[in-house]
């Protein structure tokens, strides 16, 4: 039987419970393909194609989203998948997938960035925050980044970031409030959870939108819904799937990505790529909240 490396996780833990070893390759079911991936995060070449499978051959360049994929192949359903032309490299498409689609559609169908608008971005040197920083620049907003450190601060700033708060410096409230003439902001973007959650309902506006996308640092804890009655607020905890669930959101929204690349709207920013076999210590570093941007595994 034919095998592959992969990292595969045999029981819940910490990252020792990465563990490297060879596992069966996987052959394409009907209407699959199987991707050779050239770096995870995730972008490769189709390497075999099921039965049934009628936009994809072996040799097409791909980029898709989807589970089991620290390996040297993966198995995809063809609807999930997207060619990439021949300008954009693997590591770019495997940077930009999962991280510029998820700001993209943040800023575009979970808060519509309008011009003029002020937004709160959480972890603006992040790799979504990066991108969020260029994008909400490139809508038009005043953008407001969040960070941990100076180091962090000057890459927000140089990814479109109007103001930067270190909040182990600064009074994140007391600044936006500074910034916005005591308003607040009509966007706040929180992929941090539970440190961020009572900071992002403070600085977000009368009619404000908060937009609550993940949990770096923890749950947001369960809240009563007349909080939100205090400012008519919106508050939303979208995920990427839920955009992406059909065929055509899929070619939709990668379709304006790629066009963003194109553009020069946005840029990737790779923080650092590693072989498969140190996914252990791409998981450690990521956790360390040293990283900024994109990590990248190369099988
Ligand atoms: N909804 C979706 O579909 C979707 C899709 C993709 C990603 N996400 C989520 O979006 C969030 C950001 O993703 P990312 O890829 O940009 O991650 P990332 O690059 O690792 O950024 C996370 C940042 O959060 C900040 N942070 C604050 N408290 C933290 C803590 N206790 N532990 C770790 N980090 C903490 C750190 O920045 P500072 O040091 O500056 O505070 C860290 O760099 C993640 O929670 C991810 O799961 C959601």
């Given at each position: 039987m034919a095998t592959?490396?992969a990292i595969?996780v045999?029981?819940?833990?910490?990252?020792?419970k990465l563990i490297y070893k060879?596992i069966?390759l996987?052959?394409?079911?009907e209407?699959?393909v199987v991707?050779?991936n050239?770096?995870?995060?995730?972008?490769?070449e189709?390497?075999?194609?099921?039965?049934g499978v009628e936009?994809?051959k072996?040799g097409?360049?791909?980029?898709y989203i989807g589970g089991s994929?620290?390996s040297e192949?993966?198995?995809?359903?063809e609807?999930?998948?997207?060619?990439?032309?021949n300008?954009i490299?693997?590591?770019?498409?495997?940077?930009?997938?999962?991280?510029?689609?998820t700001a993209?559609?943040?800023v575009r169908e979970?808060y519509?960035?309008?011009?003029?608008?002020y937004?709160l971005?959480?972890?603006?040197?992040g790799g979504v925050?990066?991108?969020?920083?260029?994008?909400?620049?490139?809508l038009?907003?005043t953008?407001i980044g969040?960070?941990?450190?100076a180091?962090?601060a000057?890459?927000?700033?140089?990814?479109?970031?109007?103001y930067?708060?270190?909040?182990t410096?600064?009074d994140v409230?007391?600044k936006?409030n500074?910034?916005t003439?005591?308003?607040?902001?009509?966007g706040?973007?929180?992929?941090?959870?539970?440190?961020?959650?009572?900071?992002s309902?403070?600085?977000?506006?009368?009619l404000g939108?908060v937009?609550?996308f993940g949990?770096?640092?923890?749950?947001?804890?369960?809240?009563s819904?007349s909080?939100l009655?205090q400012k008519n607020l919106?508050?939303?905890?979208?995920?990427?799937f839920?955009?992406m669930?059909?065929?055509?959101e899929?070619q939709?929204?990668?379709?304006?990505?790629?066009e963003?690349l194109?553009k020069?709207?946005?840029?990737?920013h790779?923080?650092?790529?590693?072989?498969?076999?140190?996914a252990?210590?791409?998981h450690?570093?990521?956790?360390?909240r040293?990283?900024t941007?994109?990590l990248?595994?190369?099988?």
């Open positions: 592959m490396k595969v045999e029981e819940t833990g910490g990252v020792d060879d069966p996987p052959e394409p079911k209407g699959h991707i050779k050239h770096f995870v995060g995730i972008a490769g189709i390497s075999a194609v099921g039965p936009n994809f072996v097409d360049r791909v980029v994929t620290y192949y993966s198995e995809a359903k609807a999930t998948v997207e060619k990439i032309t300008d490299s693997y590591e770019t498409a495997a940077a930009i997938g999962i991280q510029a689609l993209w559609t943040l979970s519509p960035v309008k011009k003029g608008d937004i971005i959480h972890a603006a040197a925050g990066l991108l969020l920083c260029q994008m909400c620049r490139y038009g907003a953008v969040t960070v941990s450190s180091e962090k000057t890459l927000a700033r140089e990814n479109g970031a109007d930067v708060i270190n909040y410096e600064e409230v007391a936006v500074e910034i003439n005591g308003l607040g902001c009509h706040v973007l929180d992929g941090v959870g539970k440190s961020t959650w009572e900071i309902l403070q600085c977000a506006r009368r939108s937009i609550s949990n770096a640092s923890g749950v947001v804890p369960p809240i819904i909080i009655a919106k508050i939303m905890r979208p995920t990427l839920n955009y669930a059909t065929r055509e899929s939709k929204w990668w379709g304006e990505v790629f963003l194109s020069n709207v946005i840029k990737t790779i923080y650092k790529i590693y072989e498969l076999v140190d252990q210590q791409a450690i570093d990521i956790e360390s040293k990283t941007g994109k990248l595994l190369k099988p």
